[in-house]
């Protein structure tokens, strides 16, 4: 709309004259005028070339050039960030194990603080904080930075106090401020910290699944551009640009909330017992490669994992810490006789309880010869004499051509982070020789992690077939979730091999049935480990390596490895117990916690348990009651 202006027409006054009548010469004025005129000229000449140069896109001040509109939009535009929820983390009953809340900082503008009212905001704040005011007085005072926090994750009720001061006008706070930021909660604790891993104050994923998915979970920013008054606050008609923040994605676990407490419960009863250092226990689901429990101890506090050392929070003992297998080895090795076709079931090794080898004589854990054996009979009575000549007929290329197809010395592939690959040394590696071979069909000069061990035994169990193990059972956003297919790697041994394997290895466990049977049914001959039950298991006794080409003298290793039920197993179990102090073999110190799972899993899994498989005094007949 043009706005219309009114112009009054005034006719010309004629020129003055001066006293004596003549009429003043206009020589001198035009000329006056002229010069007037240039001089204006001149300036309106520069104004408007300035004017032409404010309307362009930049212009030059001091050699500099400068957008104009963009300095316009800095002045008048705010961007924020607007920070996503990160995801949320179940296990498959729907539990949550790790969340996000929004929780307070307290934080100091210190250039707004004078050096006179430092000390006696010190005083306030440091008594309402719980911290020395000589210390407060020391961060408000220094004024380097315009922005200091000075303590993380207080008290909701300490900071509404502030606030309610600050809204209320009183001095007392002043230039203190009162920031929300998320943060990462574990209702559970300690139970499963090693597995879900911790996040940081800067919300990012510093171990296990969190660290691992952290680019998932912890989802996209958003940023809302917005015009703002004098005051910096969002002018209400002003322009606005708002990219929506993405919240993470959440995680549904495979761990089971029955069987990890189990697991949990048995293992830190063993240590209790035993007065040893930790130890782990894994429940892998032997069909699909979903892990159903995986504990260690010494576990944290995710709460709190900065007050623990980076040894305890950043490593997962289940799959970041290797040890020698011992003789739970011997059953990949019998696998493996069978499959490369070096020996068959029957085959039989001289066991002279000793044995020398390359300058060294070898033995077995009481130097006590066991005569003639199978390979069924190794497992049974644990021979490391007879492992090693079965491991000399297998020869060098074939075993560990499949030692590697049974997935040591590599990663398994877990969605948890700093999987470690374990150490296996061939005839490729410096320093090898033949004598590695012979003791590596005993389990000792090879390392393995937890999970690659109970791996190849769920192998086994499920005739040859190699699964790829996962933490993760469904991701989720919203509604709408993707679920994890679990994924067959290959067959590593042939049906047939792997069953043969599992009959010897039922026959190993109820051997081990008096060291956890004889006390309560009087009975000292042989019976069956979980009554009820056909139950496979492979005990171990590992040294520890000393770090100097030797190994420890005073620790040990006891362990045991194996599946139940033995036909159509549901899941294979693996039970280590770092540096026993009561007992030192595997048989007195993992045994007794693999038989307690095992038959607790049969129970829960409603699978009905035979009468016949159990000895006299396991009271058959009230089997079958106890297990409607």
């Not at 592939?413 to 005839?427: H, L, Q």
């Amino acid at each position: 709309m043009r706005h219309s202006r009114t112009y009054t027409y005034r006719p010309a006054r004629a020129a003055p004259r001066r006293a004596d009548g003549a009429v003043p010469s206009l020589h001198i004025s035009r000329m006056r005028l002229l010069i007037v005129l240039v001089a204006v000229a001149a300036i309106m000449l520069r104004v408007g070339i300035q004017l032409v140069t404010l309307t362009g896109e930049t212009v030059e001040l001091n050699g500099t050039s400068v957008n104009l509109r963009q300095m316009a939009r800095n002045e008048v535009n705010s961007r924020q960030v607007i920070e996503p929820t990160r995801g949320v983390i179940r296990d498959r009953a729907g539990n949550t194990l790790a969340m996000s809340i929004e929780a307070p900082w307290i934080v100091v503008d210190p250039t707004t603080i004078s050096d006179a009212r430092a000390a006696d905001l010190a005083r306030e704040l440091g008594g309402v904080l719980g911290m020395p005011a000589a210390e407060l007085e020391a961060m408000l005072t220094d004024r380097t930075t315009r922005y200091r926090v000075i303590r993380r994750w207080v008290d909701p009720s300490t900071a509404r106090a502030i606030l309610e001061s600050l809204a209320a006008g009183e001095m007392r706070f002043s230039g203190v401020f009162v920031e929300y930021h998320q943060r990462r909660i574990y209702p559970a604790g300690p139970s499963g910290a090693a597995l879900l891993g911790a996040v940081n104050d800067e919300g990012t994923g510093v171990a296990g699944v969190e660290a691992y998915y952290d680019d998932i979970l912890r989802g996209r920013a958003g940023i809302l551009t917005a015009e703002i008054d004098a005051r910096a606050q969002p002018i209400g008609i002003g322009q606005q640009e708002l990219r929506a923040a993405n919240d993470g994605i959440d995680l549904e676990l495979t761990i089971d909330p029955f069987i990890q407490s189990l697991a949990e419960r048995e293992l830190e009863q063993a240590i209790a017992i035993q007065s040893a250092d930790g130890g782990v226990v894994i429940v892998l689901d032997v069909q699909s490669g979903a892990i159903r429990a995986m504990a260690s101890l010494p576990s944290f506090d995710p709460n709190e994992y900065q007050q623990y050392p980076a040894s305890v929070y950043n490593l997962n003992p289940a799959t970041s810490q290797v040890y020698e297998p011992g003789s739970t080895f011997k059953a990949i090795l019998a696998a493996i006789g069978l499959q490369t076709g070096r020996f068959s079931a029957d085959t039989q090794v001289d066991d002279t309880g000793e044995i020398d080898r390359y300058g060294y004589r070898l033995g077995n854990w009481n130097r006590m010869a066991n005569g003639l054996l199978t390979p069924g009979r190794m497992l049974y009575y644990s021979s490391n004499v007879a492992a090693l000549q079965f491991a000399e007929m297998i020869g060098t290329e074939s075993f560990y051509e499949y030692v590697d197809r049974f997935g040591f010395g590599r990663p398994t592939g877990v969605d948890i982070s700093a999987e470690a690959t374990g150490i296996v040394s061939s005839p490729a590696s410096a320093g090898w020789s033949p004598i590695v071979l012979s003791t590596n069909g005993y389990g000792q000069g090879i390392a393995v992690t937890p999970l690659q061990l109970v791996r190849a035994m769920a192998t086994i169990a499920n005739d040859g077939v190699m699964m790829r193990p996962y933490l993760v059972e469904r991701r989720c956003r919203g509604a709408e979730c993707v679920s994890t297919q679990p994924r067959a790697i290959k067959q590593v041994v042939a049906p047939d091999v792997a069953q043969a394997v599992q009959r010897m290895l039922v026959e190993s466990a109820n051997h081990y049935a008096p060291v956890v049977w004889s006390e309560i049914t009087g009975q000292g001959g042989d019976t069956w480990l979980v009554p009820g039950y056909e139950v496979a298991a492979k005990t171990g006794t590992s040294s520890i390596p000393n770090g100097r080409g030797g190994y420890e003298t005073d620790g040990v290793i006891g362990s045991v490895v194996g599946f139940a039920p033995a036909k159509q197993a549901r899941y294979a179990i693996l039970v280590k117990i770092d540096r026993p102090r009561r007992d030192p073999w595997g048989v007195d110190t993992a045994i007794p916690v693999f038989q307690a799972i095992a038959e607790q899993l049969m129970r829960y899994e409603h699978i009905p348990p035979d009468a016949a498989l159990a000895g006299p005094g396991q009271i058959a007949g009230e089997l079958v009651a106890a297990h409607p």
